[in-house]
């Protein structure tokens, strides 16, 4: 494409910012309709290599079938939809540099997809500098928070302040109010440690104690004895190619004799439950964004949603077991794609000029009843956060098999907005 | 959990990482030794061994301590051998300049690690230990009734971990006795010491180089297949390995297997018996620190000779 | 045209070039070449003393990441205007080197790539630790709103296209300046032999001294540059990685030449652009490549041109 073109199209933007939209809108128009059979271009963040990679290809295969499932149903306006995935490579200099890309060099409509909290803050100003909606599935509080801009939004998936706080009702009424937490020592991590340390005390339980573990660390049991004798619940959360170590040196410290312990999925999302070593685990709770296996009560949209992304009823791949999905997250791309398909139906998407149409169609969204667009469960979104809400699950390890034992509400997840992004400009 | 067993678990668990960190360092200084270049894809080498393990165990079937012996003997082979093929395709002809080699090797580093995403996956993937049993330790304490025995909470260490640390001294005394008492021994040791003098008495440098080269990869393998029961198999694992072996040598003193081995005691001890006072992520910064600093006072090494 | 002259020619020619690119080029590439310069503005701050002076650092992503939290915090936390932020951040680059060559200088070798690779490793764990105010890994973004210079915007392409080419040109040209003093000259004459300079009546350490802090405060303007440019303020820029990739960049354009770090930047930048384009596989490529280089090239990009073709090349 050449720089004459794009300059042009720069400044009309800038001049349908100054005069309106409405002045520029019979040449919106007139380019819409001679690209109207062209491909709707979504631009794919994935975690290709890097840390992520585990997560990244979960992300592409959900990312796959929901397109099918959209352009089998028409695509998008009646365009087909496309998607055109860049590896991040996890790094969020990168993440940037592939924004970039997708707005420049491949005419994306949108990007979407990033799972890694310092990829996503990492890339948000440059989508913003783009204008180019960024829909991330990252469950950071990133976005919520405030920190990020109108451009970027996560419609798919429950930040974590949400899924922390929702838990510490079940926790403090059925496991016990003396807590011992212990987390990576980032961002990720000081997350749960600041949200759940108010949530259980807001509930009338304390943290005893708060274990951070450095990044990167491989060898865990020397921290372990910092956890306090009088611990009632062992809280735990870990990410990265060492947590199945961290988990199992869990085990082998406590022995027979260990307190209640209940940790985040991500502690072992894409681990294989069977694992050796795991075996401790039976009567353990953990929080699931998706119930990895298939529940009795199990919905025909779950039942659909599995089938579609190639999932068994044990949440590992259908060609190879041992291949173990990342189901508690991956519904987020599913979602996600469905929630950029109403929102370009709801602005009358056209082309990038669109973009801002886009967006406020988005923010517009509040209730995303349980459906086969919302597999996961129902949703409420805040525009004015640029977040959704939704229902957490609580597992107990039962024969080996993660069994639902409890569903929060909504209401469990919400917190006080923090940011109106409805007052930036765009 | 009180001071002292605390203190004895960090103690533990430091020496089964020491262990495995000292056998990784051993082919790292070997090379750096004999050859004078930096491996930078050392740390490649240690994840292929583990990956190899993973490949190993999956494919033979029966009891678990059955794939793990095989793992030990094939996956510091195959190491060795792409070890070999690289000395042979690139540092040979590029001389074994140390800026080319350091370019080179980066490359390598690139092209395991793409391959074993490729064939191997993203997971982090367990090899089953041959067998692991919770051994609870005890502790003495002075009471009413004298020097009374008990069994602190959570004091406890598995019988593979112990494993490992018997294994590692094991081989490092092989490697002791090659190195000393053998003919290969000598002639690794006549070429670290001189290279010119050793090409002038017919030792084939070059023949030397590449094995050498194949034997500290190999060595890095080894420790991977040792610890990968206790870790898992990973692609990215083998940058840590590097970084740390890289320290432990240089601390050590180039050149001298003693200082490797109290350089990687120090090393993989003092941020987790650190810990026991501060808490992790600042024990890690003060242990970093001061490790550096042990070479600032002391350029050579605790063990190496005054350089020039 | 004799040598100076010549050099003069070559650096203000290549920046007139890359003037007319920031015009003629594709917003995608123009994007790029200004991410580009910047990095190379660090590489030339990393060349300074690997490729001049002959030591190598394993530990610059130190220097860059004091530069970068230096301004980004200023910015961030401290509510400070671009200019000013950018100052701080030079300062901290500068205390910062100032203080590793102090210590780190009583080494040589080998066992100066482990001190620097040392304490480049407590600077990045300590960004993590104290991630209450540096955002830890996850790091921060610098408003939009307040990455402007006297009403410029920096966010704007062609803006920010201009600030990266000055930043990367005041480094090229200081440098290139510095190597034709006495004191670039006894840099190179203590990479030749440091003994024999020594012996020449040079007070060796205090060239190193200057070397270290100069090079760590160039790579800490760029550390600053890319904060402002792009926004973004994250302890993966203090990671070892960030300290490996300007020894690469160097080695493969050309050490101690002036213009090797650009080209090495931008060929590794656009071996993993393209490579990723046409195979998920890219890291083969791009493994493949050095090798190759290495093999063919060994003397870098620029070096090896200078071996065969251009022998005045600076």
Known sequence: ?426 | MEFGPHLMLAILEGAVGASVLALTALGLSLVFGVMRVVNVAHGEFFMLGAVVAWFVANSIAGHPAIGFLAALAIAPLIAGAVAMLVDRLILKNVAYDPEATIVGTIGVLYILQQSALMIYGPEARPVEPPFSHRIALPWVEWGENGLAFFYPWGLSITSYKLFVIVAAIAILLAFWLVMSRTRLGLIMRATQMDRETALAFGIPVQRVYSIVFGFGAALAALAAVLIVPIQQAHYLMGHDPLLLSFIVVIIGGLGSVRGTIVAALLIGMSDGIISVFLSPTLSKIIATLLVALVLVFRPQGLFGKKMA | MNLDARSVALHLGLIAVLIVLGFVLPTYHQGNLARILVLATYAVGYNVLFGYTGLLSLGHAMFFAAGMYGCGMAMHLGGLTVIPAFVIGLICAAALSAVVALLALRTIGVAFMIVTLMFAQSVYLTALYLGEWTGGDEGFVIAQATRQIAGYALTEPLTRYFAALTLFAVALLITARMMQMSFGRVLIGVRENEERTRMLGYDVFRHKLGAVIISGTIAGAAGAGYAVLFGYVGATFASVQYSIFPLLWVLLGGMGTTIGPLIGVAFMFYLIDYASGVTNAYMLIAGAALVLLTLFARAGIVGEIRNRWVPWLP
């Open chain 1, 1 to 426: 494409m050449t720089k004459a073109l794009k300059t042009t199209r720069r400044t009309l933007l800038k001049g349908a910012g100054a005069g309106g939209l409405l002045a520029a809108s019979p040449l919106l128009g007139r380019f819409a309709s001679a690209q109207s059979a062209a491909p709707i271009k979504i631009g794919f963040q994935q975690h290709s290599t890097g840390i992520g990679a585990a997560y990244g290809r979960w992300y592409g295969r959900t990312t796959e079938a929901a397109l099918k499932m959209i352009n089998d149903a028409g695509g998008i306006n009646g365009r087909p939809v496309e998607i055109i995935a860049e590896d991040d490579g996890t790094d969020p200099k990168r993440g940037a540099e592939v924004v970039e890309k997708f707005s420049n060099q491949h005419g994306c409509d949108v990007a979407y997809g990033t799972l890694f909290s310092h990829v996503v803050i990492g890339s948000a100003p440059a989508a913003g500098e783009q204008k180019i909606p960024y829909f991330v599935v990252s469950e950071g509080h990133h976005v919520a928070s405030g920190a990020l801009n109108r451009y970027t939004l996560q419609p798919g998936i429950t930040d974590v302040k949400s899924q922390v706080q929702a838990m510490a009702p079940y926790v403090s009424e059925n496991l016990g109010k003396k807590v011992t937490m212990i987390f990576p020592d980032f961002a990720f991590g000081h997350d749960h440690r600041d949200f759940f340390t108010a949530a259980i005390e807001a509930q009338g339980g304390e943290v005893l104690e708060h274990i951070a573990v450095p990044p990167s660390e491989t060898s865990f049991t020397k921290y372990f004895p910092k956890i306090p004798r009088e611990t009632e619940v062992l809280y735990h959360v870990m990410v990265g190619p060492a947590v199945l170590t961290f988990v199992k040196e869990l085990g082998e410290f406590f022995g027979p004799s260990s307190p209640a312990i209940f940790g985040f999925i991500d502690s072992l999302e894409a681990v294989d439950l069977a694992s050796p070593g795991l075996e401790f685990l039976e009567g353990t709770y953990f929080w699931e964004g998706n119930p990895r296996y298939a529940q009795a009560d199990q919905t025909e949209y779950d039942k659909a949603y599995r089938a579609a992304v190639g999932v068994d009823e044990n949440g590992a791949s259908v060609s190879d077991p041992s291949d173990v999905s990342t189901y508690a997250h991956m519904f987020g791309c599913w979602e996600t794609l469905h929630i950029i398909k109403a929102g370009m139906e709801a602005a009358d998407y056209q082309g990038p000029d669109d973009r801002q149409k886009l967006i406020e169609a988005v923010e517009a969204m509040t209730d995303m009843p349980e459906s086969m667009e919302h597999p996961q469960g129902p949703k409420l979104f805040n525009g004015k956060t640029h977040q959704v809400f939704g229902v957490q699950y609580i597992s107990r390890v039962e024969n080996g098999r993660l069994v639902k034992v409890h569903t929060t509400s909504i209401d469990d997840t919400l917190y006080p907005d923090e940011v109106d992004y409805t007052t930036q400009s765009f």
